[in-house]
T-cell receptor
């Protein structure tokens, strides 16, 4: 089966600019997650979708981050405006059913200068 | 609340030696536990998972882990290290019910010496 697709792989922007990341999960996976992985740290959950509904966005900085999953399939994560501390790898993951383990995409490495 | 502690941010072993990566968890409810591996510039790949069945879990690439409730541990082992095992390893915990979000540890970078 095809894996979780993410684009772009790399992005460099200046602070205060906006950026968007795209994720296409494995076909049929109802649950989709966005994680932020800062260098030297473990991934931190930003938002979890079940189909097109938000299950958990408690750690999403809502003043600058937004995410949507229209039609319960692919998803976009947006940052506007970006800060230097947003430099990280943004990982998308999906799962078929709970407790089965996530499948992660390769991530988007964001550098804010 | 749940948390994971990985002891040792860097571990070095000789090729052919035992690999032991430590993970201790904290959870007020029955946990699910996972080990993931991350190679440079790649996403995370599931090595193995504990979901309340057998306490000794075997995964891919010869890795295994044992769930020890009394010690709140889920250490990852491999009898004989290979150069290709050099990577970063993450332990994660989630609830066995509810939203199932994963809480990751800070990772352990494994270096394999020739």
């Amino acid at each position: 089966e095809a894996g979780v697709a993410q684009s772009p792989r790399y992005k460099i922007i200046e602070k205060r600019q906006s950026v968007a990341f795209w994720c296409n999960p494995i076909s049929g996976h109802a649950t989709l997650y966005w994680y932020q992985q800062i260098l030297g740290q473990g991934p931190k959950l930003l938002i979890q979708f079940q189909n097109n509904g938000v299950v958990d966005d408690s750690q999403l900085p809502k003043d600058r981050f937004s995410a949507e999953r229209l039609k319960g399939v692919d998803s976009t994560l947006k940052i506007q405006p970006a800060k230097l501390e947003d430099s990280a790898v943004y990982l998308c993951a999906s799962s078929l059913r709970t407790g089965n383990g996530y499948t992660f995409g390769s991530g988007t490495r964001l550098t804010v200068v | 609340a749940q948390s994971v502690t990985q002891l040792g941010s860097h571990v070095s072993v000789s090729e052919g030696a035992l690999v032991l990566l430590r993970c201790n968890y904290s959870s007020s409810v029955p946990p699910y536990l996972f080990w993931y591996v991350q190679y440079p510039n790649q996403g995370l790949q599931l090595l193995l998972k504990y979901t309340s069945a057998a306490t000794l879990v075997k995964g891919i690439n010869g890795f295994e882990a044992e769930f020890k409730k009394s010690e709140t541990s889920f250490h990852l082992t491999k009898p004989s290290a290979h150069m290709s095992d050099a990577a970063e390893y993450f332990c994660a915990v989630s609830r066995a019910s509810g939203t199932y979000k994963y809480i990751f540890g800070t990772g352990t970078r494994l270096k394999v010496l020739a």
